[in-house]
């Protein structure tokens, strides 16, 4: 009976699962860099490994891009700010807010994020499936923290639609790509003040006639 054949083994599975983190790090920053444009060369040249290595894990592009799109996903909805808390300083937490978030934007989306609202016949169902997924997940998200400053602020009905439409825009990465001669946190505080002017601005006069963007589904 062969002792090291346990060993062996679990070595092997150890340099797979390597290999195959290698390769999603490597799909995510050529996401960041290049978007849907990143070819499965990009990715193996990125990740240090051979063409053949990336279809040894991974049996298509698409299925590849799924799966580095998902982990992309589930870094940024780990970092992202939370709404205000209870009498908290809604213009210190929307600085802040924005600036984190323009800065997991930088590092994090990059590029992907346009092909993300670029029609493209040639992206399979699969990934138009993800990409779906991610935009109603931004919308909601955006949409909470809207809810959450507009009642920290002391609304006491629904924020009017604008206030949603401009956190949905001047907290996505549209506003951070728009400046992108400037850093994250120039973009961030750039965005916060036109927020905070536009929330003081419904509160107080919550009736006035409101330009609704379609922004929200």
Not at 79 to 102: C, F, I, N
Not at 164 to 187: C, G, K, M, N, T
Request: some cysteine; aromatic content about 6%; glycine content about 6%.
């Amino acid at each position: 009976m062969d002792n090291h054949a346990p060993a062996m083994v679990e070595l092997r599975a150890e340099q797979r699962e390597v290999a195959r983190t290698r390769i999603l790090t490597g799909a995510r920053s050529v996401l960041v860099e290049r978007g849907f444009e990143g070819t499965i060369d990009d990715v193996a040249t990125a990740a240090g490994v051979s063409r053949r290595t990336v279809f040894r894990h991974f049996a298509t592009h698409d299925a590849l891009l799924v799966e580095a799109i998902n982990e992309i996903v589930a870094t940024v909805r780990s970092s992202v700010p939370r709404p205000p808390q209870k009498g908290e300083d809604v213009e210190v937490w929307l600085t802040e807010a924005a600036v984190q978030l323009h800065t997991l934007h930088a590092r994090l989306v990059g590029r992907a994020f346009w092909d993300v609202h670029v029609p493209r016949s040639s992206v399979s169902p699969e990934i138009v499936a993800v990409l779906g997924d991610l935009e109603r997940r931004r919308l909601d998200y955006g949409t909470q923290l809207a809810v959450g400053a507009w009642a920290s602020l002391g609304g006491s009905t629904p924020p009017p639609a604008l206030v949603i439409d401009v956190f949905l825009l001047q907290l996505s990465p549209f506003a951070r790509h728009a400046f992108a001669q400037h850093s994250p946190e120039e973009v961030g505080r750039a965005c916060a003040k036109i927020i905070w002017t536009v929330l003081l601005a419904a509160l107080a006069d919550p009736h006035q006639p409101q330009i609704v963007l379609s922004v929200q589904s």
